[in-house]
């Protein structure tokens, strides 16, 4: 087997595990092996014969072997459908993150109230669980607990996790307080170009740390009698290069400011989280953000991360494409503000209800009912901006709302090296997208859709634009390798379903 797939097993068989409520231990006993071999196992770090794959099918009452397939999963869409009925927004993937690393910050249990149960989020219980943090899903709930170990053990990180995700550079933070010399994986991700992680170490250097970058791995050293002697500018008004700097300062015992902060939803989301476990935090939704830190942090502690901006947005585009009515219910309307306000310009209509709280108590929601629109190209080109602009995430749905309107509109992602080339992606489907350069795109709608077989893009956000024009195009799509979805999504295309559209999935 190749390691790829060893870890693709692995991880199949851990969940199941988990899903039969069975300890390693309890595996192992029922295999007549060690609790370290089934460590080795769920870690893909163990030739497994089908024997043994069979042995342990019949232990967790799970067919290991199909549902371990290496084949891609792909889509099949029934596109020209109108979506009807109600939808939830979900919570948010970045905000799940953000607080699932600041859990390293607590010698105490946390539990994550109504997490999406996401890729993303799995991708980092794999590491957690790897050096030694115990998490669990809590039974029939998307309830996670996280309960720290003794120490934590780096040298067993699940590196095949790591490396797929850019949240391992939150680890940074957190370790900082743990460690005077530690490594990490160098980080992946979504394929958006070159992102420079210089922003991240300006900021942490205030607190002694210091990264060389070698062979695929972030050497890390810290100076313990360096700390913060004036106000931390950031160099990026970035979200996970803010967080960072939050993980550094909830325990600095001392008052740490930090300028040019990002305020966006999911920063906030974490000082909420950082404010339960007893670190006091300052200027939220503001750029200058002041943290009086805690030297020890053990606290039982829940929270409830808010909703996700960016479903809310995916699933306002969903009905905008395909000409339908549907209520898209707990929206966060602070960071959905200046999107309506420019699909207002283009001719959007809806309704909206009134305010009402989050389950953190601090995020205010609003329903959104959809009114079938008849769209017009905005004079000006549409852009992202640090919040409480538009969404730098939210700006790939433009692309395709733009192709149902009259006129021509140009889209400028001037943040990520290569994003827009993926939006081409919709000519196959009857578009006309004009890369212009790597960063803009000229859209000439409206769009007479049609069917069409397309390779996913490897980002994230632009494979659900490409999703949204299958939903338009009368007949049916085929959306090939669809695993990046998964990343930020849960059950997007059954969610879909339940308004009426017709998506089904498939393995070749």
Same mark, same amino acid.
């Given at each position: 087997? +190749?390691?790829?797939?060893?870890?693709?097993?692995?991880?199949?068989?851990?969940?199941?595990?988990?899903?039969?409520?069975? +300890?390693?231990?309890?595996?192992?006993?029922?295999?007549?092996?060690?609790? @370290?071999?089934?460590?080795?196992?769920?870690?893909?770090?163990?030739?497994? @014969?089908?024997?043994?794959?069979?042995?342990?099918?019949?232990?967790?009452? &799970?067919?290991?072997?199909?549902?371990?397939?290496?084949?891609?999963?792909?889509?099949?869409?029934?596109?020209?459908?109108?979506?009807?009925?109600?939808?939830?927004?979900?919570?948010?993937?970045?905000?799940?993150?953000?607080?699932?690393?600041? %859990?390293?910050?607590?010698?105490?249990? +946390?539990?994550?109230?109504?997490?999406?149960?996401?890729?993303?989020?799995?991708?980092?219980?794999?590491?957690?669980?790897?050096?030694?943090?115990?998490?669990?899903?809590?039974?029939?709930?998307?309830?996670?607990?996280? $309960?720290?170990?003794?120490?934590?053990?780096?040298?067993?990180?699940?590196?095949? %996790?790591?490396?797929?995700?850019?949240?391992?550079?939150?680890?940074?933070?957190?370790?900082?307080?743990?460690?005077?010399?530690?490594?990490?994986?160098?980080?992946?991700?979504?394929?958006?170009?070159?992102?420079?992680?210089?922003?991240?170490?300006?900021?942490?250097?205030?607190?002694?740390?210091?990264?060389? %970058? /070698?062979?695929?791995?972030?050497?890390? &050293?810290? !100076?313990?009698?360096?700390?913060?002697?004036?106000?931390?500018?950031?160099?990026?008004?970035? !979200?996970?290069?803010?967080?960072?700097?939050?993980?550094?300062?909830?325990?600095?015992?001392?008052?740490?400011?930090?300028?040019?902060?990002?305020?966006? #939803?999911?920063?906030?989301?974490?000082?909420?989280?950082?404010?339960?476990?007893?670190?006091?935090?300052?200027?939220?939704?503001?750029?200058?953000?002041?943290? &009086?830190?805690?030297?020890?942090?053990?606290?039982?502690?829940?929270?409830?991360?808010?909703?996700?901006?960016?479903?809310?947005?995916?699933?306002?585009?969903?009905?905008?494409?395909?000409?339908?009515?549907? /209520?898209?219910?707990?929206?966060?309307?602070?960071?959905?503000?200046?999107?309506?306000?420019?699909?207002?310009?283009?001719?959007?209509?809806?309704?909206?209800?009134?305010? #009402?709280?989050?389950?953190?108590?601090?995020?205010?929601?609003?329903?959104?009912?959809?009114?079938?629109?008849?769209?017009?190209?905005?004079?000006?080109?549409?852009?992202?901006?640090?919040?409480?602009?538009?969404?730098?995430?939210?700006?790939?749905?433009?692309?395709?709302?733009?192709?149902?309107?009259?006129? @021509?509109?140009?889209?400028?992602?001037?943040? #990520?090296?290569?994003?827009?080339?993926?939006?081409?992606?919709?000519?196959?489907?009857?578009?006309?997208?004009?890369?212009?350069?790597?960063?803009? $795109?000229?859209?000439?709608?409206?769009?007479?859709?049609?069917?069409?077989?397309?390779?996913?893009?490897?980002?994230?956000?632009?494979?659900?634009?490409?999703?949204?024009?299958?939903?338009?195009?009368?007949?049916?799509?085929?959306?090939?390798?669809?695993?990046?979805?998964?990343?930020? #999504?849960?059950?997007?295309?059954?969610?879909?379903?339940?308004?009426?559209?017709?998506?089904?999935?498939?393995?070749?």
């Amino acid at each position: 087997m +190749t390691e790829d797939y060893l870890v693709r097993v692995g991880r199949i068989i851990r969940d199941a595990r988990r899903h039969k409520q069975l +300890t390693q231990h309890e595996l192992a006993a029922s295999l007549n092996t060690s609790q @370290s071999a089934v460590a080795r196992i769920e870690q893909g770090k163990q030739n497994l @014969s089908l024997e043994t794959l069979a042995r342990i099918g019949q232990a967790l009452d &799970t067919e290991v072997v199909t549902v371990a397939s290496n084949t891609p999963l792909n889509l099949r869409i029934e596109g020209g459908r109108q979506l009807s009925g109600e939808i939830d927004v979900r919570t948010s993937k970045n905000a799940a993150v953000a607080c699932l690393c600041a %859990a390293l910050l607590n010698k105490g249990k +946390t539990t994550l109230r109504n997490l999406a149960r996401i890729e993303e989020v799995n991708r980092i219980t794999e590491v957690l669980d790897s050096v030694g943090v115990k998490t669990r899903w809590l039974p029939n709930s998307s309830d996670l607990e996280i $309960v720290p170990g003794d120490t934590i053990d780096l040298d067993s990180m699940d590196e095949a %996790a790591a490396r797929r995700t850019r949240t391992i550079l939150m680890f940074l933070g957190p370790l900082l307080h743990e460690y005077e010399k530690f490594k990490l994986p160098n980080a992946g991700g979504c394929d958006l170009g070159e992102r420079t992680v210089e922003p991240h170490l300006h900021a942490l250097r205030h607190f002694g740390l210091d990264v060389v %970058a /070698t062979h695929g791995y972030y050497h890390a &050293t810290v !100076d313990r009698e360096v700390r913060p002697k004036r106000a931390i500018v950031l160099t990026e008004r970035g !979200d996970t290069v803010t967080e960072n700097a939050l993980f550094a300062a909830a325990r600095h015992e001392g008052t740490t400011i930090i300028r040019n902060a990002s305020p966006n #939803y999911m920063v906030q989301d974490l000082c909420f989280f950082l404010r339960e476990l007893g670190v006091e935090v300052e200027g939220v939704g503001t750029t200058t953000l002041t943290v &009086t830190g805690v030297k020890e942090i053990n606290k039982d502690v829940e929270y409830h991360p808010s909703e996700d901006p960016i479903e809310a947005m995916s699933l306002i585009a969903a009905a905008i494409v395909t000409k339908s009515q549907i /209520t898209v219910k707990r929206v966060p309307i602070e960071f959905m503000e200046m999107e309506l306000a420019q699909l207002e310009v283009m001719g959007f209509q809806y309704e909206m209800s009134q305010e #009402y709280l989050s389950k953190n108590g601090e995020t205010r929601l609003v329903d959104i009912t959809t009114i079938p629109s008849d769209l017009v190209a905005p004079k000006d080109k549409i852009h992202p901006m640090p919040f409480p602009g538009l969404n730098i995430d939210n700006l790939p749905f433009f692309a395709v709302i733009a192709a149902t309107a009259t006129g @021509s509109t140009t889209i400028h992602d001037w943040v #990520y090296d290569n994003r827009a080339i993926y939006l081409i992606d919709l000519n196959p489907l009857g578009a006309k997208v004009k890369l212009m350069d790597p960063h803009r $795109v000229l859209i000439e709608g409206p769009t007479r859709w049609r069917a069409a077989e397309v390779m996913c893009p490897p980002a994230l956000r632009p494979g659900v634009v490409i999703l949204l024009g299958m939903l338009a195009a009368p007949g049916t799509s085929v959306l090939r390798n669809t695993y990046v979805i998964n990343r930020g #999504y849960e059950e997007l295309a059954e969610r879909l379903n339940d308004l009426g559209a017709k998506i089904e999935s498939f393995r070749d």
